[in-house]
């Protein structure tokens, strides 16, 4: 019974035992903070490489006196998309917000005042701030 208490009595080991200790509880607090970073930001990234979509067909037209651009547009990417603006010659739109998901497609309509046989730049930006854009004329 003496070794036994005269065993817990000598602290010569508890401070090596306790940094030790002290020293992987950090370390592992520490890669567990890295692990989720890293989760986070790859999904993140994931979602936004996924997003793929392309402008099909552009058409210049009148409606009662009222120029539009229409702009079709499809999904061709692993996530849905969300159209959040467009630019045309590089000012904004007041344009209706238009959800795709994979693999559907869709009409966009501004109005905008438009010129016959005028060159027009076409910048679609959806929520994740992927874009496609590209110039088309008007007949």
Known sequence: MHLFL???MDRRAVT???SN??????????????AATTYV????????MGERFMIEDVWFNS???VNRVSV?????GKNAI???????NHTLQPTPKLKLEVGDHGWLNII????PNSLHHINVVTARGNRVEGYFKAP
């Open 41 to 48: 930001i790859t999904s993140n990234l994931r979602e936004t």
């Open 82 to 88: 969300t159209i959040s603006a467009v630019y045309i």
């Open 6 to 8: 005269k065993f817990f």
């Open 112 to 115: 905008y005042d438009w010129a």
């Open 72 to 76: 079709y547009i499809r999904n061709t």
């Open 63 to 65: 409606v009662e006196g």
């Open 21 to 34: 200790l002290l020293l992987m509880v950090v370390a592992v607090a520490a890669m567990s903070v890295a």
């Open 16 to 18: 090596p035992v306790l």
